[in-house]
């Protein structure tokens, strides 16, 4: 049986005290989302694009609230000039970056940016973990928010594509 | 429409009476007319990440739903973040006032027309995204009954259009270093909640 990854993620911000989750959505995010709309002591958050999560969990942070922001890779882009609030302020930030454009990819348009979001999030100063396998998804979750919320880092947590599962596209 | 409002008369109108409402603050000259108005714990300005003014008070405001929370910013800063009114107006934070300072310009780069000069209105725009309570301010006289809701807030999320009239007011420039006022802002914000008030 194969692990129920997006559970262990959840288990672990509801542990970590978060309590605002915006996110634009992503198919690999589906479960996940779905159990933070459920949750009495989180508050999804839609967003239309992916920058608003960062000023947004800024906000959080400066009224006392944790947060992570979810979005798929192909949102990373949208967040480069906005991830200067977060560097010049220091403040902490979570991000869970399920990926596209990596492995078995078969639409080209998500290769561009997919590929390139390490070397964005480099760019702008957020340090970056990567979960591979199903099994480690909780416990890199875990280790970023304890960068993030503890040492007051700017995190992203990239969820392989091998681990979500190529999509598949058919008429 | 003719914009004659004041800016620099409109938001000390505005914040005479202020109590513990929290300021996030649009760059540009937003940023300067609340600095005009006197330096302030529960002020936060941001000198860039535009389009990010709105998505911040956003923030605030969910993570302390009893104070009051405002942002103050331009129509050039709320364009570039328009998607963050849908968002606000999802999320219907009673606590939140957006109020928009509408030269119509572009001042901060040089004067160039925006496009709420053209026609673009922010407020039905917000009415649209679902910010029911969403109105243009042209006079002065209305300005008593916005301090009023921004002071004490209630019943959904509101937003301001205040139609200003060109023409740069005298620079007032607060400090600029991020994690100071990250950490002034926090303890104002954190003190108030430990106590309750």
Redo the contacts between chains.
């Keep these: 049986m194969q692990r129920d990854w997006p559970q262990d993620i959840f288990a672990v911000l509801r542990e970590a005290e978060v309590r605002q989750v915006p996110y634009v959505p992503d198919g690999g995010h589906a479960a996940l989302i779905r159990a933070v709309h459920a949750e009495p002591s989180m508050r999804a958050i839609p967003l239309t694009t992916e920058e608003e999560g960062i000023p947004l969990l800024a906000g959080a942070h400066l009224a006392g609230q944790r947060g992570a922001l979810l979005m798929q890779s192909s949102g990373v882009g949208n967040c480069v000039n906005m991830l200067s609030l977060t560097k010049v302020c220091a403040f902490p930030l979570l991000m869970l970056v399920t990926m596209r454009g990596e492995w078995a990819e078969s639409n080209p348009w998500q290769v561009p940016m997919g590929s390139r979001v390490e070397a964005a999030f480099g760019l702008m100063g957020v340090e970056v973990l990567r979960a591979t396998r199903p099994e480690e998804a909780g416990e890199t979750v875990a280790a970023a928010a304890r960068m993030a919320f503890l040492g007051g880092n700017a995190m992203a947590v990239l969820i392989s594509q091998r681990l979500v599962g190529a999509k598949l596209f058919t008429e | 429409m003719t914009a004659t409002l004041d800016r620099r008369a409109a938001v000390a109108r505005l914040l005479a009476d202020r109590r513990d409402l ?1 300021i ?1 603050t649009g760059l540009g000259s937003p940023t300067y007319d609340v600095a005009a108005c006197g330096e302030h714990d529960r002020n ?1 300005h ?8 709105v ?10 739903p009893q ?1 009051p929370v405002a942002v103050v910013t331009g129509d050039g800063e709320a364009l570039m ?1 328009m ?2 009114l ?2 606000v107006a ?2 219907q934070p009673a606590n939140l006032t957006i109020v928009i300072i509408d030269n119509g310009l572009y001042e901060e780069t040089g004067g160039q027309a925006s496009h709420t000069g053209a026609g673009a209105d922010l407020a039905a725009i917000a009415r649209g995204c679902g910010i029911a309570n969403a109105i243009v301010v042209t006079r002065e006289e209305e300005l008593p009954a916005l301090a009023t809701r921004l002071h004490a807030p209630s019943d959904g999320p509101a937003l301001a259009v205040l139609k200003v009239a060109p023409g740069e007011a005298p620079r007032v420039l607060p400090g600029w270093d ?2 100071a ?2 950490l002034r ?2 303890a104002a ?2 003190a108030s ?1 430990a106590t309750g008030s």
Excluded: D, K, S
């Design positions: 929290v996030v936060f941001l000198w860039g990440a535009m389009g990010g003014a998505a911040m008070g956003l923030g605030i405001a969910l993570a302390q104070t973040g998607g963050a849908a968002t999802l999320q991020g994690p006022q990250r802002t926090t914000l954190l909640r």
